[in-house]
């Protein structure tokens, strides 16, 4: 099926560890984002894409590195894993702005714990 | 600072009825408004969209209205069915044109048959 695609689901990590999370869509657009989301908190936006090759921060990039590696994959980086990065992560991807307004799709999410 | 507020507190309806969810914000002006269903351990689904010179939007059963003098957007669900149940997250664009959103906390519907 068209979508986002997200890898892993679930990952326990220890303190100071590193890893990537992977992220893919099939529906040829142009924007990519990351997000968290943590209880009670709604989503907030770590990094986002506008378009391939570019990567800008959202409003928690701190411990966070991204790559648009292609139109279609946007990977999301942890250094040094800490236990405030205990979260689930939803990757996102939609139309380009300018063309009208598109609604986000999402992937499944991959929920992180770091111990 | 920007700032979207959905109820914290789950709203419980009969099915059949009619569900109205709240969005209120703060310190911006959206060109345009979102509304999302997420349910249990699954990413957010777009449900709809409004624009700041439309004042309601509708799609089958959904009805959003966008108040921007009220700062708010209300959302309704019609002839509700448990399957309605799930969290509801309204999303704000914060750039301008850029399609960065900021979300709220979401407000959860249960759907008693």
């Known amino acids: 099926n068209a979508g986002v695609t997200q890898t892993p689901k679930f990952q326990v990590l220890k303190t100071g560890q590193s890893m990537t999370l992977q992220c893919a869509q099939d529906?040829?657009?142009?924007?990519m984002y990351w997000y968290r989301q943590d209880p009670g908190m709604g989503l907030r936006l770590i990094y986002y894409?506008?378009?391939?090759?570019?990567?800008d921060k959202g409003e928690v990039p701190n411990g966070y590195n991204v790559s648009r590696l292609n139109k279609r994959e946007f990977s999301l980086r942890l250094e040094s894993a800490a236990p405030s990065q205990t979260s689930v992560y939803f990757c996102?991807?939609?139309?380009?702005?300018?063309?009208?307004?598109?609604?986000?799709?999402f992937g499944s999410g991959t929920r992180l714990t770091v111990v | 600072s920007q700032k979207i507020e959905q109820n914290s507190e789950a709203l419980n309806i009969q099915e059949g009825k009619t569900a109205t969810l709240t969005c209120n914000y703060t310190?911006?002006?959206?060109?345009?408004l979102q509304w999302y269903r997420q349910d249990p351990g699954r990413g957010p689904v777009f449900l709809l969209l409004?624009?700041?010179?439309?004042k309601e939007k509708r799609k089958e059963r959904l009805k959003v209205t966008f108040d921007t003098t009220l700062k708010q957007s209300l959302f309704h669900i019609t002839a509700s069915q448990p399957a309605d149940s799930a969290t509801y997250l309204c999303a704000l664009d914060r750039s301008g044109g850029y399609n960065k959103l900021i979300f709220g906390a979401g407000t959860r519907l249960a759907v008693h048959p």
């Open positions: 996102a991807s939609s139309e380009t702005p300018g063309q009208g307004v598109y609604g986000y799709t």
């Open positions: 529906m040829n657009h142009n924007s």
């Open positions: 894409s506008a378009s391939e090759g570019t990567t």
């Open positions: 310190n911006y002006s959206p060109a345009y």
């Open positions: 409004i624009r700041e010179n439309e």
